[in-house]
């Protein structure tokens, strides 16, 4: 059974994934011509856009991995460190190429970097959840 913070967190995740639909008629008329972008800008707003969906749906996944070992709470801090990174790494890709026919990220890019990394440390944490969980249960 879901924690009530990761109950309320998911409820609040599948409200954000309006956004990311939104985000996709964005992509359509940056992809068919009617919104102007660069090949940076279509590059890195495709990533963006990819990035979001699929981060989202892991942290979902693993919010029910962490509930169903019976992890405890530590398993709600991994489950929203990976959700944190849907924020993070796709605000990196759109934030880092605004602006008029930019040639170069700008220093928002830094948010990806940061993403990842606290991506790595949550699946980090996360794995090692799971098996100290499932060997102390065996």
């Given at each position: 059974?879901?924690?009530?913070?990761?109950t309320i967190t998911a409820g609040v995740v599948l409200l954000t994934i309006i956004g990311i639909a939104y985000g996709g008629t964005f992509m359509l008329r940056?992809?068919?011509?009617?919104?102007?972008?660069?090949?940076?800008?279509?590059?890195?707003?495709?990533?963006?856009?990819?990035?979001?969906?699929?981060?989202?749906?892991?942290?979902?996944?693993?919010?029910?991995?962490?509930?169903?070992?019976?992890?405890?709470?530590?398993?709600?801090?991994?489950?929203?460190?990976?959700?944190?990174?849907?924020?993070?790494?796709?605000?990196?890709?759109?934030?880092?190429?605004?602006?008029?026919?930019?040639?170069?990220?700008?220093?928002?890019?830094?948010?990806?970097?940061?993403?990842?990394?606290?991506?790595?440390?949550?699946?980090?944490?996360?794995?090692?959840?799971?098996?100290?969980?499932?060997?102390?249960?065996?």
């Amino acid at each position: 059974m879901l924690s009530a913070s990761m109950t309320i967190t998911a409820g609040v995740v599948l409200l954000t994934i309006i956004g990311i639909a939104y985000g996709g008629t964005f992509m359509l008329r940056v992809v068919t011509g009617k919104q102007g972008a660069n090949g940076l800008q279509k590059s890195f707003f495709r990533a963006g856009h990819a990035h979001a969906g699929m981060l989202v749906t892991l942290g979902l996944v693993i919010g029910l991995l962490m509930s169903a070992a019976d992890v405890g709470a530590w398993g709600d801090r991994v489950a929203g460190g990976v959700l944190a990174t849907a924020i993070l790494i796709p605000g990196g890709f759109f934030f880092s190429v605004i602006g008029r026919d930019p040639k170069k990220p700008n220093a928002w890019i830094t948010l990806i970097w940061l993403g990842a990394a606290l991506l790595t440390a949550s699946l980090l944490a996360g794995g090692i959840l799971l098996i100290t969980t499932g060997t102390a249960t065996a």
